[in-house]
């Protein structure tokens, strides 16, 4: 469906080879006054004398293609009845929108009016400007942020041209179907005025845009879609280059968490492993036993055998080839069994032996005998001695 709306002009200046170059920014957003056999040209869901409420997202007004589509469209003077086409742009095309940006919550144009004839009915007064534009229309209630409601939606914005028109119009008016759903709109708002100061240029200099570092010619429409393509693909590989980086930090978060599980893991069973004087009381006591219940029951193993050697020892012996797959943990359960009523021989007394006896006196006697001895020696020691 085709529609049109009105333009502000900024500001505008005349070049020295007799170009006029304006600068437009139209109001794209929020919800607007249609009538029904605009919308709705057969009458199905408004009818034709009906103010139908249409609003324009923001994301769908100031989307990438829909602001792109408009570069490099021509301007017309008036609105053609069809839409220009590649057929009839020869005919129709009157100059070139050299560039649209988004402004604030407007879509800014730098326009160029290259005809001759063109510019003159601008001196003669014929100075407001329509932007002619398509959109798919879609029948649907809702209400907008601003709380207004409305009963469509325009989506896939895509620019057709610019018209320089009269100041006659007051509204809207739908021209001709254009088959199906779709309808060229050849409509102006209230009257803009387009500034008064189109005073000759001296030396006027090309308007330029640096877009990743190149200085791109505004009216150069090829050149600008052509760098905006460009900066839509490295915006797109960033995008999945980002996604993939993302993607990343999270395996390796995964990874690292794993790892850190793991780590604990081995810290736990490295803490159960470790030898403690109680572990080795009880692996002494166990090998102790283990022995005493093999030699009770008549098993023979090396001097150097462990406590599992033991016990394997004993399972194979009493068990044969019927143990010979067993594991570490069959084995265990087998020896149990196997010595539950084992009784280890009790270790025999150990004797000293005590040599020859020996006669020993009354000890009572000899120590009266020695202290008497003393005594006498004591009282005759100063005497002297008989020769």
């Known amino acids: 469906m085709q529609f ?32 029904g056999r605009e919308v709705d040209p057969e009458g199905k869901h408004f009818a034709a004398d009906q103010v139908v409420k249409v609003y324009r997202p ?21 609105h053609p ?12 095309a009157r100059g070139v929108i050299g560039g649209a940006v988004r402004d604030g919550e407007w879509l800014r144009f730098d326009l160029a009016l290259m005809d001759a004839d063109t510019v003159a009915k601008v001196d003669g007064g014929k100075r407001e400007l329509s932007n002619g534009y398509s959109a798919d229309l879609s029948i649907e209630d809702g209400t907008a942020p601003d709380g ?32 199906g759903n779709k309808i060229f709109a050849d409509c102006d708002f209230a009257p803009v ?12 200099m090309p308007k330029f845009l640096t877009l990743d570092g190149l200085k791109v010619d505004l009216a150069d429409a090829e050149a600008v879609e052509a760098a905006i393509a460009k900066l839509q693909r490295q915006a797109n590989d960033a995008a999945t280059k980002l996604t993939a980086a993302e993607a990343k930090n999270v395996a390796d978060a995964a990874t690292i968490v794993a790892k850190d ?33 093999a030699k009770a029951l008549g098993v023979s193993f090396a001097e150097d055998a462990d406590t599992a050697a033991i016990k394997k020892a004993v399972v194979d012996a009493k ?21 539950k009523d084992a009784t ?18 009354d000890g009572a006697a000899a120590v009266s005998a020695a202290r008497a001895a003393r005594l006498d020696r004591l009282e005759t020691s100063y005497r002297p001695q008989a020769a």
């Open 148 to 179: 207004t409601a409305y009963q469509a939606v325009q989506r896939r914005i895509r620019g057709n041209h610019i018209a320089l028109v009269d100041r006659a119009r007051a509204g809207p008016e739908a021209r001709i179907a254009d088959g």
């Open 81 to 92: 009845a069809v839409p220009v086409t590649a057929k009839n742009w020869r005919d129709l």
């Open 261 to 293: 599980a793991e780590i604990a893991d081995l810290k736990a069973k490295l803490a159960d492993a470790a030898i403690t004087p109680a572990k080795l009381a009880d692996a002494a006591k166990e090998y102790a036993d283990v022995q005493a219940k």
């Open 344 to 361: 280890p021989d009790a270790p025999a007394p150990t004797v000293q032996p005590l040599g020859r006896p020996v006669s020993v006196a």
């Open 58 to 78: 923001p994301e769908e007004v100031f989307a990438a293609d829909s602001v792109a589509s408009f570069i490099g469209r021509p301007i017309t003077d008036d």
């Open 319 to 339: 068990m044969g080839d019927k143990a010979k797959d067993y594991t570490a943990d069959h084995i265990d359960i087998a020896f149990a069994a196997l010595t």
């Open 193 to 204: 005025i387009l500034i008064a100061d189109a005073a000759t240029e001296t030396n006027t």
């Open 4 to 35: 049109c709306d009105r333009l502000t002009i900024d500001r505008s200046h005349r070049s020295r080879d007799g170009y006029l170059r304006v600068t437009a920014k139209a109001a794209r957003t929020g919800v607007q006054d249609y009538l």
